[in-house]
């Protein structure tokens, strides 16, 4: 069980937005950087979202994040079939500690 | 372009050693904090260690510490985890990974490799 909570599933039609959350504590989300990463079928993750909000070059902005105390949240608007992917949020832990959610596997149906 | 390629993982049976490589291309190798996650066959992401730019600091998850050491020879550009007394529960691929520059981009993980696949069975 992973101590970022993220839901094991989210889906949405084309066209909608959807919104992924990540539940955590005062000793990572409280006071560390949320990232966020976007693993299609058989790829490694890459980078989707840092610093709780910024997007790396190449990253649509119809993905966002946003963060409010011990919880952040990946919105993904006008979803596009190709945004079918497992979707995770990371933040460093003050125990010295990497942490990954457990993932949220985003369905477009 | 950057370029991370791993390379190592093999059939080992529990109780076994490997080592797995990071060969690193198109950056400064030295001057970027590198880690190591692993996936288990269809399950998450899990950070297994991170090692800072000039190799002088090393942090690890609880679940390999003292069994897992990373490295790394920055004159080769190459990142090392070498893992001993391997479980079952340590199948997984194995991805490297670059963080970011700035200082408080240490853990944000910016480029990844395409993973190595460690498989510890009888």
């Known amino acids: 069980q992973s101590v970022l909570t993220q839901p094991p599933s989210a889906s949405g039609t084309p066209g909608q937005r959807v919104t992924i959350s990540c539940s955590g504590s005062?000793?990572?989300?409280?006071?560390?950087?949320v990232h966020w990463y976007q693993q299609l079928p058989g790829t490694a993750p890459r980078l989707l979202i840092y610093?709780?909000?910024q997007r790396p070059s190449g990253v649509p902005d119809r993905f966002s994040g946003s963060n409010s105390g011990t919880s952040a949240s990946l919105a993904i608007s006008g979803l596009r079939s190709e945004d079918e992917a497992d979707y995770y949020c990371a933040a460093w832990d003050d125990s010295l500690s990497g942490l990954f959610g457990g993932g949220t596997k985003l369905t477009v149906l | 372009e950057v370029q991370l390629v791993e390379s190592g993982g093999d059939l080992v049976q529990p109780g076994g050693s490997l080592r797995l490589s990071c060969a690193a291309s198109?950056?400064?190798?030295?001057?970027?904090?590198m880690h190591w996650v692993r996936q288990a066959p269809g399950k998450g992401l899990v950070w297994v260690s991170r090692?800072?730019?000039?190799?002088?600091?090393?942090t690890y998850a609880d679940s390999v510490k003292g069994r897992f050491t990373i490295s790394r020879d920055n004159a080769m550009n190459t990142l090392y985890l070498q893992i001993n007394s391997l479980r079952a529960e340590d199948t997984a691929v194995y991805y490297c990974a670059r963080a970011g520059l700035e200082p408080g981009a240490r853990n944000q993980l910016d480029y990844w490799g395409q993973g190595t696949l460690v498989t510890v069975s009888s």
């Open positions: 005062r000793s990572n989300i409280g006071s560390n950087y």
């Open positions: 090692i800072k730019s000039d190799g002088s600091s090393t």
């Open positions: 198109g950056f400064t190798f030295s001057s970027y904090w």
């Open positions: 610093r709780n909000n």
